[in-house]
């Protein structure tokens, strides 16, 4: 049976994410999801835990829900795309990648590609960051140099589809790339996951019907003042050397400190220590790796050899996938505690995504060590 590998944050899961599922179990696939567990690429805590957002996908037709390890699921978009990309590699059964976008055309998403490989793309985008703007900025910045259409194009889903795109084009990839637009019209409320996130204490009752599962456990703004506070903890010591982390720039750590210590939101926090160069979500992102200790260098070992990965939830369908998989150079477990037992380079690796998880269980209140739990 063939197998499509699903991307998603699902924070929370809505109708689109079921919609990108339903069409390619049009195909025949069978559904593998790979899930950013406790904190998303923007650094951000989830709204409901993994396990609820995994049992929720399983009953959407999703077969295998597998953790994106948070060394990738917490990355900036280049690296979360190969990272994800990555593994779908080790897997080593994968035979398509789906993904939502705006727009599904798949000749444009090479003649961009085609045009980042020429000289005067890198000229453009220096340029624009010798001009104090971030790299995201000048990225757009050139696109439209080129093609005024290009920048309009690349919104948020198409951003991430290009940079599954680019990531397989990079590994010599032999899986299919497969774009679905997104749908613009249906029987079912069509919100999307951050509209739900900012709104649902305004109307729960109308947004829950936007979910596909599980509406959101929690509030996002205590969860992030929460967050905040620990946060502030960190101007506390200032002899780490914040060089060690993703995110990093020369200025930036003394930018944060000061601001940690004037700020008593993480709103007022975010909006006041952003530049044109330092975006929100590159700072929150830096924040949460200095507070894990999670070093560039642990992202790019994960990266590169992570060769353990943790089951969620899956169907029978996904039963017989994990079984074919014991015969494959990946070993991936449904029991935490059997992590105890996986070599300890692995040990290592996994070591993250507990930390990572035990801080979004402070900030819910809940008992640590819930991954050994599964609950």
């Not at 037709?61 to 795309?81: H, K, R």
């Not at 790339?177 to 709104?199: C, G, T, W």
């Not at 929460?226 to 930036?252: A, F, M, P, Q, V």
Request: hydrophobic share 35%; charged share 25%.
């Amino acid at each position: 049976m063939k197998n499509a590998l699903i991307v998603a944050e699902t924070n929370p899961l809505h109708h689109g994410h079921v919609y990108l599922i339903e069409q390619a179990k049009k195909e025949g696939y069978r559904i593998i999801i790979l899930m950013s567990g406790p904190f998303t690429q923007r650094g951000l805590p989830v709204i409901t835990d993994p396990f609820t957002r995994s049992q929720d996908l399983v009953k959407n037709g999703a077969d295998v829900v597998i953790t994106l390890p948070i060394q990738i699921a917490s990355s900036y978009g280049e690296m979360f795309s190969h990272g994800a990309m990555t593994v779908a590699e080790k897997l080593g059964s994968i035979d398509a990648v789906f993904c939502g976008t705006e727009w599904g055309n798949r000749d444009l998403f090479q003649q961009i590609y085609d045009y980042e490989k020429k000289p005067a793309f890198s000229q453009r985008v220096k340029k624009s960051l010798a001009q104090g703007k971030s790299f995201s900025t000048s990225y757009l910045a050139a696109l439209e140099a080129e093609n005024a259409l290009w920048k309009d194009l690349f919104q948020s889903n198409a951003i991430l589809a290009y940079g599954y795109f680019k990531a397989l084009k990079k590994l010599n990839s032999t899986i299919e790339f497969r774009p679905i637009e997104r749908v613009k019209e249906s029987d079912r409320p069509l919100v999307s996951a951050s509209y739900i996130r900012k709104n649902f204490h305004n109307n729960p009752q109308e947004l829950a019907k936007a979910c596909a599962g599980t509406p959101p456990q929690f509030s996002e703004d205590r969860l992030l003042e929460s967050l905040y506070l620990l946060y502030r903890t960190l101007s506390l010591d200032r002899s780490r050397d914040w060089s060690l982390y993703d995110g990093y720039e020369k200025g930036i750590d003394d930018r944060i400190l000061k601001s940690l210590g004037e700020f008593n939101s993480f709103e007022e926090f975010l909006e006041n220590t952003k530049t044109k160069r330092y975006s929100r979500w590159r700072i929150s992102r830096l924040l949460l790796h200095r507070f894990l200790n999670m070093t560039s260098i642990d992202v790019q070992d994960a990266v590169k050899n992570q060769s353990a990965f943790h089951v969620l939830a899956f169907s029978k369908q996904g039963r017989t996938f994990l079984k074919d998989m014991k015969e494959s150079d990946v070993t991936l477990f449904t029991n935490y505690k059997d992590a105890r037992k996986l070599s300890s380079q692995n040990q290592k690796f996994l070591l993250y995504e507990e930390k990572a998880m035990n801080l979004w269980s402070i900030l819910t209140y809940s008992s640590i060590n819930r991954l050994f739990k599964g609950r």
